[in-house]
T-cell receptor
Framework: AQSVTQPDIHITVSEGASLELRCNYS??????LFWYVQSPGQGLQLLLK??????LVQGIKGFEAEFKRSQSSFNLRKPSVHWSDAAEYFC???????????FGAGTRLTVK | GAGVSQSPSNKVTEKGKDVELRCDPI?????LYWYRQSLGQGLEFLIYFQGNSAPDKSGLPSDRFSAERTGGSVSTLTIQRTQQEDSAVYLCAVQPGSGPGELFFGEGSRLTVL
């Protein structure tokens, strides 16, 4: 079955530390891949996306993500976390052949 | 979110009552999605509208849920005979056409069914 998994429900990191949020997907063909962020009381905002080409993509707010076909992963990273990065992060996938964008369960980031 | 207004922002209703949730996007967005976000869950796809095409209703959880989009702009999600498990945040998103799947979300309507 097609799915997108975020294994970590909640992560806590210290301000200034590096961050990696995991995302794995299970689809027959590589879908379009996205990371969204939902800050408290706000709507979801696109951080970055991968369609094709360079497997390391840069996004807003200093985030980047790396697509690894062999691992069916699209992990989100940031070298140095700021307190304002505390939010819920969602990985999303969109198959090439339909409109059903699937979201992971989200990872809640706490910055201490 | 920029470009999408949802109302009401909060709705408390009694079990068995009908509710209507509204999504009002800036005109020009041909694609419109509804998602449901339950506590501790990801976003659950409900329905998708694209221009004049028949909507993709494959995500609607039961026949108590319906949605329409009038004039290719405003959309209304209706839940009939609400149940407690319908309590969630209902999110509307639009695709501005700048790329597949790049969605702009409203801030959602929080529904609580007592």
């Amino acid at each position: 079955a097609q799915s997108v998994t975020q294994p970590d429900i909640h992560i806590t990191v210290s301000e200034g530390a590096s961050l990696e949020l995991r995302c794995n997907y299970s689809y027959g063909a590589t879908p379009y891949l996205f990371w969204y962020v939902q800050s408290p009381g706000q709507g979801l905002q696109l951080l970055l996306k991968y369609f094709s080409g360079d497997t390391l993509v840069q996004g807003i707010k200093g985030f980047e993500a790396e697509f690894k076909r062999s691992q069916s992963s699209f992990n989100l990273r940031k070298p140095s976390v700021h307190w304002s990065d505390a939010a819920e992060y969602f990985c999303a996938v969109l198959p090439y052949n339909n409109n059903d964008m699937r979201f992971g369960a989200g990872t809640r980031l706490t910055v201490k | 979110g920029a470009g999408v207004s949802q109302s009401p922002s909060n709705k408390v209703t009694e079990k068995g009552k009908d509710v209507e949730l509204r999504c009002d996007p800036i005109s020009g967005h041909t694609a419109l999605y509804w998602y449901r976000q339950s506590l501790g869950q990801g976003l659950e796809f409900l329905i998708y509208f694209q221009g004049n095409s028949a909507p993709d209703k494959s995500g609607l959880p039961s026949d108590r849920f319906s949605a329409e989009r009038t004039g290719g702009s405003v959309s209304t999600l209706t839940i009939q005979r609400t149940q407690q498990e319908d309590s969630a945040v209902y999110l509307c998103a639009v695709q501005p056409g700048s790329g597949p799947g790049e969605l702009f979300f409203g801030e959602g309507s929080r529904l609580t069914v007592l």
